[in-house]
C-alpha cells in the first residue's frame, strides 16, 4: 500500500510562510502526477496545486502568485512553499499522487491562519 507522509504544517499569522512537504513511500510503481488538495472545514476537498512528470504545473486561482509547487515525480518527493498566506488559506491540506493503478491520499496536515 502506496503511504505518503506530509509535513511543515502550523500556524502562521496573515502574511506570513510555511512550507509543505510529502515523501512517498511503498510505492511499485512510477507516478505521473503528485499534488497538494485542501479541506477548509464544512467544505469540499479542492485543488491547490499539481505537478506532472513532465513539470508542468496547475494552480487553483486563489493561490496563483502565492504558492509555489516543486518536486521530483522520479523520486516520489512533493514540496509547497506559501508565501503571503490569507486566513481563507485555513484548512487540511493533503498531498496526492497518481499511477496507473490509482491515486493516493496522505493523511494530511493542518495550516492554519491567524492573528
Known amino acids: 500500500q502506496v503511504q505518503l507522509v506530509e509535513s511543515g504544517g502550523g500556524l502562521v499569522q496573515p502574511g506570513g510562510s510555511l512550507r509543505l512537504s510529502c515523501v512517498a513511500s511503498?510505492?511499485?510503481?512510477?507516478?505521473?502526477?503528485m499534488g497538494w488538495y485542501r479541506q477548509a472545514p464544512g467544505k469540499q476537498r479542492d485543488l491547490v496545486a499539481t505537478?506532472?512528470?513532465?513539470?508542468?504545473?496547475i494552480y487553483a486561482d486563489s493561490v496563483k502568485g502565492r504558492f509555489s509547487i516543486s518536486g521530483d515525480i522520479s523520486k516520489k518527493t512533493l514540496s509547497l512553499q506559501m508565501n503571503s498566506l490569507k486566513p481563507e488559506d485555513t484548512a487540511v491540506y493533503y498531498c496526492?499522487?497518481?499511477?496507473?493503478?490509482?491515486?493516493?491520499w496522505g493523511q494530511g496536515t493542518q495550516v492554519t491562519v491567524s492573528s
Open positions: 511503498r510505492s511499485s510503481f512510477t507516478f505521473y502526477n
Open positions: 505537478i506532472g512528470s513532465s513539470g508542468n504545473t
Open positions: 496526492n499522487a497518481r499511477d496507473f493503478m490509482g491515486q493516493y
